[in-house]
Structure formats: C-alpha cells, structure tokens
C-alpha cells in the first residue's frame, strides 16, 4: 500500500511544498494536505481523521506557521493519532518559538541547508522501524500484563521478531515479572526506568540523547550481540502523572520525552509493546497518542464488555475522531475455564457472541484466543530467574495448548497491526 | 503319523528319559502356543546400565534451582569459573553434563562441585525474590 504523507504549510511556504511534494511521489509516497476548510475549528474531527491515515507528517516551520491556528490543529492531530512529525524549517525562527517545541525535535531539519533529499531522507527513515501496540483495557485484571509478556515472548521464540516493552503502569508489574528486586533496584538506582525519561531536570532525569540506554535485556545476548528482547522498566513514581503533583508544563515536558524515546525503541524493534494502567489518566493517553494498534484483552464475563465500551468511548476522545475496528485486536483471555459455574450457559460462547455481534468491536475480536492455563502464572517461587525470558509460560516446562495459543494470537495480532 | 511329524518328535525326545518326555507332553497339552513359542525365545541382552556421573549428578541437583534451559545453566556455570579462578574460557557447553566435561581439562571435580555451589549462592543473593517494604 502506498503510505501517505502529510503536508502541514501555509499558503506563504507554498513554494517549499511544492518542491518537496514531486519529490515524494518519485519514491512512491502520496503527498496530501487537508482541504482549507478541514483546517477550520468546526471541522476537527474530520481534519484528525486525515491527518490519522497519513504515516508521517512534515511541517513546514516559518512564522507563518508559528502564527496559523491551521498549523496548530494540523500539530495537535498528529500528536493525538501518533503520527511521526517531521519538522522541516523553512524561514528564521525565534529560540523560543512554541511550535518548534512541540514537534520531534530529533527529527527537525532545515529546508534552506539540505534541501529536498534531506526530507526524503527523513520521510524515509520515518517510515521504516516497529510498530507500537498498546496493552488496553480500561477495567483492570483482564490480563494486559501477563499477556503482553507471553504473547510477545511467544514472537520474539517462535517468529524471531525483535520486542520492546514499556511499562507505562505505576504498578508496575510487567517489570515485577521480568525483574526480581534486586534487579529492579539496581535498574532504579541506575536512573534506568521510564521515569528518567519523563524527567527533564535534576539528578533523575535523563537527556534524550541518552534513551538508547534504557531498555534492560531480558535475554543473555549471544556473542556480544544486543538483545532482541528488552524492557523499558517502570517505576511507582509514575503516580506523580496521574495524580496532580506535577504541573501541565512537566506533562507536556514528559509528553514530548515519552514520543522520542517510542521513537528511538521503534529503530530497534520490530515491535513497541506498550502495557498501559487500566483507568484513563495521562499515561492512558500517552499510549493511546503512541499506539499503532491497541490490543483489548477480555475475559468472559459481563464487566469485561462494559470495560470494552469505555476504551472505545476514551481512545476516540483522545484521538479527536471516529476510530477504526481495523486499529483494535480483542482477544479473549481465560476461556475453556472449568474452575467456574457455567450455571448461566458457556460464558465463552456468550462472550464471543456478544462481541461478534457488537457493530464496532465485532470485526475486531480474533477468531484466537488464550485458554485459562496455570502456566500463565507467576514463575515458581524457589527457582532462579537468572534469564528474565525464563519466567514467561512459552519457555516453561508444560503447556503445550497455552503455548500454542499464545504464538498464533501473537502471530494474528502482529498482522493486524502491520501498516 | 507321518515320517516327517516322527523324525520331529524322535529329535525333541533325543538324550530323554520317559519320565521328561512324560512330563512334556503335558505342559504342550495345558499350554496355547503363543505362551509356549514366547517361551522358546531366548531373552534379548540388556546392556549394562552405565553408571552416571556422580559429579555431573550433583552439579545438575545444585543448579535445579535456576529456571531455564541445561545449555544455559551450564554457559552461567562456564562463566562463574571463569570469573571465580580468573581463566579465560572459550566455551560453549550443550547442556550440563557437556560443561562438566569440557571444564575437567581446566579443573579438579572438587572445584567444579564448589564452583556450582558458589554460583547457587552468588545467584541467590543477585536474584533472591524477597519483597522489602517500607
């Protein structure tokens, strides 16, 4: 499919648009702009929608843009839908300027030095890298985090794919499940966690340029290699962002920091597994704004549905527009369970046919599913988790079904979320 | 009775006295021949079970305790004594037994056991699973 490309200008830098525009189309690429009157304050919905379909989305910088609502709403809708902005400088621009604050400044070039092959250059780059799925269920114990860690261990075991989690939850359990405590409190004293990289100042914060150390392995790299398989860890004082010690200048700080190291993670994975707390708070709506693809899982019961309901009604109010069955996986998690009562007729058959019938979520719900497995528990407490890949289910002595489950969901869902 | 069924049973009944002929009559008569032909099968040769190797044995008891693969295992132990005895070593063992073997050339049973059980202990301090509150 032919990835399209943004453009965000005014009709003053009109002439650098249509320099860079030709030059996309040469490598296959679609250049689209909004028409003038998506642009308006009404029509924003619409105006997210479009910008949401486009893979990247290049800024042209000059004052004009500094000063044009256009601009900024065109901004917001890519930051809201998780678009790549690539911030092209087309006229002097002052220090301060707000504009230039809010876009990828890792990516910024200037028009004026390195011309159109630097914007192909830049397009190009933006468009290779991982994809980011999101964890997300608004209610909470459906099993985001234990599934995350074992069907992504599944892909990186059996389908090779290279894998980076976030753990975007003050809880933090996905790094409790890698990580034994004194692994974590090493991590935590390194300044090594997710929080080091939402704090721009002091003796916890970490530059940007500094992310790529970050990630903890979870496998023994082989022969000096890196490995495919590593985890950004979390940190409780996450709680700091979702609750209100922190003021709108740090979130907004934390906001921009949390977009360049998705981006730098996406460089080096096939996939950015984001597991997010359940609630909507402002961590909720940063994986919502990096997610290429969200991933509900549900259990068979009634209050998981409800839970289904409120992520559909939050993601489309983060995003600004209506939404796609295309951009959610639903997978069910816990079926075939014969510890409970079927006294109300087989929960799964009733769940699935619930969902299958619901006109939003009813093309998104996999036609997989994980069965309810000890095997998806904790790892033992007396043994040695030296490996932290050892702990997850897929590498574990014993169920063969659950395994099996877990790489074809795995398999399905990376599909789904492919461009 | 044909000459044929006669040259068979004058060569069954060869070096016997009629008491033994008697008598084996009687066990054919009592018996099917499916208990009598698995009978006349000589039983197969069982090799010797081999004697395991009692410092491999009690190196794989000692690190049971790590979760994961035996090539893994056996690399943490390959690399603990390199580290413990500050020797260079290039090697990748297949699994338990392959590591003990390949580090005999380097060191007397006696350190591989010790080293298996200071790696327990290094492992059990590193990894111990114990929360601390505050």
């Known amino acids: ?419 | 009775m044909t000459p044929a069924q006669k040259a068979i049973l004058r060569a069954m009944a060869r070096g016997r006295s009629k008491a033994e002929l008697t008598e084996m009559f009687a066990l054919i008569r009592a018996r099917s021949d499916r208990t009598l032909l698995a009978a006349l099968k000589t039983p197969k040769k069982r090799a010797a079970k081999k004697a395991g190797d009692p410092v491999v044995k009690e190196v794989d008891l000692a690190l049971r305790k790590i979760l994961g693969p035996s090539a893994e295992k056996a690399e943490l132990l390959v690399e603990h004594m390199a580290r413990k005895h500050r020797v260079a070593l290039s090697v990748a063992p297949k699994g338990v037994a392959d590591g003990v073997r390949r580090l005999r050339p380097h060191f007397s049973d006696a350190q591989i056991r010790a080293g298996a059980k200071s790696l327990l202990a290094e492992i059990a301090g590193r990894y111990s699973k114990r929360e601390t509150v505050v």
């Open chain 1, 1 to 419: 499919m032919t990835a399209a490309i943004y453009l965000a200008f005014e009709p003053e830098d009109a002439a650098a648009a249509e320099a860079i525009a030709p030059a996309l189309e040469r490598e296959g690429w679609s250049p689209r702009r909004a028409a003038a009157d998506q642009r308006n304050a009404e029509q924003s919905a619409s105006l997210s929608q479009t910008v949401s379909e486009a893979a990247a989305v290049l800024v042209l910088v000059s004052p004009a843009a500094e000063a044009s609502d256009g601009i900024r709403r065109e901004v917001t809708a890519a930051l809201n839908n998780g678009r790549i902005l690539i911030p092209v400088i087309v006229a002097n621009m002052p220090a301060d300027s707000r504009l230039l604050a809010s876009l990828d400044v890792d990516r910024q070039l200037d028009f004026r030095v390195q011309g159109v092959p630097a914007v192909v250059e830049a397009v190009r780059g933006a468009l290779q890298g991982g994809r980011v799925i999101a964890m997300l269920n608004i209610k909470g114990g459906v099993g985001k985090t234990i599934l995350a860690a074992n069907l992504f261990a599944a892909a990186h075991l059996i389908d090779k794919r290279e894998i980076s989690f976030v753990d975007l939850d003050p809880q933090h359990n996905l790094t409790q499940y890698f990580l034994p405590p004194g692994e974590r409190h090493r991590v935590r004293a390194a300044n090594q966690t997710i929080y080091s990289a939402f704090i721009a100042s002091g003796d916890e914060g970490r530059a940007r340029s500094d992310f790529s150390a970050l990630p903890v392995p979870l496998t023994r790299g082989k022969q000096g290699k890196r490995s495919g398989f590593e985890l950004v860890a979390g940190d409780e004082r996450l709680f700091e962002f979702t609750l209100d010690t922190r003021s709108e200048r740090d979130k907004a700080e934390a906001f921009s920091r949390f977009r360049a190291m998705i981006s730098m993670l996406r460089t080096r994975a096939d996939a950015v597994v984001i597991d997010a707390n359940p609630c909507a708070t402002f961590l909720t709506r940063l994986a919502i704004t990096a997610a290429d693809h969200i991933v509900a899982p549900v259990r068979p019961e009634t209050y998981s549905l409800t839970g289904l309901n409120m992520l559909e009604q939050v993601v489309r109010s983060v995003r600004g527009r209506p939404l796609r069955p295309g951009e959610f996986s639903v997978l069910l998690n816990g079926v075939n369970d014969r510890t409970r009562s079927d006294a109300g007729g087989d929960p799964d058959a009733v769940t699935r046919a619930e969902i299958s019938a619901a006109p939003f979520f009813g093309s998104a719900l996999l036609e997989e599913a994980v069965p309810y497995s000890g095997a998806l528990r904790a790892t033992p407490d007396d043994r040695y988790a030296v490996n932290p890949i050892n702990v997850t289910a897929i590498m574990r002595v014993g169920g063969r079904q659950v395994k099996e489950a877990l790489a074809r969901s795995a398999a399905a869902i990376l599909r789904r979320a492919a461009p």
